[in-house]
């Protein structure tokens, strides 16, 4: 009989241990990827919410990405460029799984703002609106070389600052669409 408590009280132990164990996981993971989770583009919630996202821009304050008053997202009017910008801007569709708009999401939507600001601006009856970003490549040189690459070729084009390593454009084909 004694045993069998020694038996149960160390099995008692063993689930406490791995409850605790467990516990301690899942804060540190959501620690350290709840931005992740909270901005990702499968997350059903973000497009119920009332926050808008930052607009991108690239090096010289082209606007590459905006969201419209109603909350559509909005991108480069012309369609070449848009294309040719794809892969570098993405999309909040989940269509392009790189992109600014995939890995910067968190940021775009300002998910970090303070619960106090977020009630302000909800008494307010003002909408949220995330943080811009301003990338390095060049819109109207990434749609120039994207017109000027050869039709039916595969390949890539890159060209960067070596000084600083700013990439300037990023053209790959096939693109979208």
């Known amino acids: ?21 467990l516990a301690v996981w899942f804060a540190m993971t959501v620690f350290t990827q ?3 989770w909270a901005s990702d583009v499968r997350n059903s919630r973000l ?3 009332n926050s808008l996202r930052g607009d991108i821009t690239d090096r010289d304050g082209n606007l590459l990405a905006t969201t419209a008053e109603d909350g559509s997202r909005q991108y480069m009017k012309n369609a070449a ?14 269509m392009s799984g790189t992109g600014i708009e995939t890995f910067y999401s968190a940021t775009l939507l300002d ?5 106090v ?13 995330g943080s811009s970003i301003q990338i390095t ?5 990434q749609a120039y070389i994207a017109d000027k690459f050869p039709e039916g070729y595969r390949g890539a084009v890159c060209a960067t600052n070596y000084k600083t ?11 979208y669409d």
């Open 1 to 21: 009989m004694k045993e069998l408590r020694r038996n149960m009280r160390l099995i008692g132990a063993f689930v406490v241990v791995m409850f605790v164990g």
């Open 81 to 94: 460029a848009r294309r040719a910008l794809s892969q570098v801007v993405g999309d909040t569709a989940g």
């Open 117 to 129: 600001d977020r009630l302000s601006e909800l008494f307010a009856s003002k909408r949220h609106v």
């Open 34 to 36: 709840g931005s992740i």
């Open 137 to 141: 490549v060049d819109g109207p040189l």
């Open 165 to 175: 390593g700013e990439i300037l454009c990023a053209v790959s084909a096939p693109n």
């Open 111 to 115: 998910i970090s703002t303070s619960l």
């Open 47 to 49: 497009r119920a919410t």
